[in-house]
């Protein structure tokens, strides 16, 4: 039984990682796995196989960036080529990127089958194109592996069989359990012992000068109150140097991204995360750290529902107001989500076990 993972972008690593490792105590199956090359810089995509003990990638499809249409079209090419070389049972997408729907919609035109690990997940907002790669990557998959609750009763009002939904859990939080204890402090000079962590990469707050301006402008007032560790996303380094965006002041620490063990140690210390990101307001939740969500919407409103997330929106003034509550000792209080537990990988590695030896 030969199953291909398929990994391409920052979050797949973590998420593909565990989910790989527990299919190694199953002799009957096989794994290859395909790096899509959508992320190549060495600091959003080597470091991460080499911190989570990934295996090197049997197929590296080396896509790199370019619009939504040329990547997705791209991998959709190159990969084609591998699945008719390799001919697998299963293919395993993971998340929303846009690797994600290009892969699976090969590999159902071929007759292969595609399980979809975290599916079910929708912010409703299909103004996000990882909104559009959710949706239609549930649309064509055979297996769908979910997170949560909310995600089972999506996935149950789109028509999808429930016999075909596994509620196993969060596989980024199977990583974050395994490697908590080796998270690690990263070296930035200057960092002061109380900070704030920021990131953002989202189109809509990076890709809009106007609203990277002002989200600059209020991380430098927040900055003089607390200190502000940003590290920096490709995508925002480009969009900040394109708006001439770059001569910041203040008590802000524009830095470039770390690696998986450095950015845990800063999401553990830090007093609280601002971010727009979808993985952040999970482990932000499971570690019960204070986070700020500079989105209208969520895909994951477990972690508002349970965690410790508040959405906040475009509101630069409300942002302030939320970083001054929880620094006055007003934060909200969280808990961990049900099956967010460390297993789901062994959870999903069990019932492809069953699964493919029935047929
Ligand atoms: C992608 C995902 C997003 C995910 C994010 C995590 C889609 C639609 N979006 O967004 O869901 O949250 O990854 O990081 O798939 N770049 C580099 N080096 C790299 C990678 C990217 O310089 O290693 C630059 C490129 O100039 C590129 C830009 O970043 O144009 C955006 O990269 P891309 O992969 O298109 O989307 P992300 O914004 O990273």
Redesign the pocket.
Known sequence: MKIIHIV????NFMKAAPVIEAMHSFPTITQKLVHTG????PN??QIFFDQLGMPRPDYNLEVG??S?AR?TAEVMVRFEDVLLECKPDLVLVY?????TIATALVATKMGIRVGHVEAGLRSWDRSM??EI?RVLTDQISDYFFTPSVDADENLKREGIEPRSVFPVGNVMIDTLVKLLGKAREPTIPGRQEKFVLVTL?R?SNVDDPAMLGQLLATLNRISESIQVVFPI???TR?RLEQYNLSGVGGNLLLTDPFGYLEFLWLQQHASVVVTD??GIQEETTYLQIPCLTMRENTERPVTVEIGTNILVGGDTARLRQEVENILDGRAKKGAIPPLWDGKAGMRIARILDGLLSLQ
């Not at 959508?38 to 810089?41: F, K, M, R």
């Open positions: 391409g972008a920052r979050p959508q992320h190549y810089d959003m995509s960036s370019g939504h990547q998340g929303d990127v846009n690797s194109p990882e790669n990469h189109p996303h490709p995508r480009r990101s979808g």
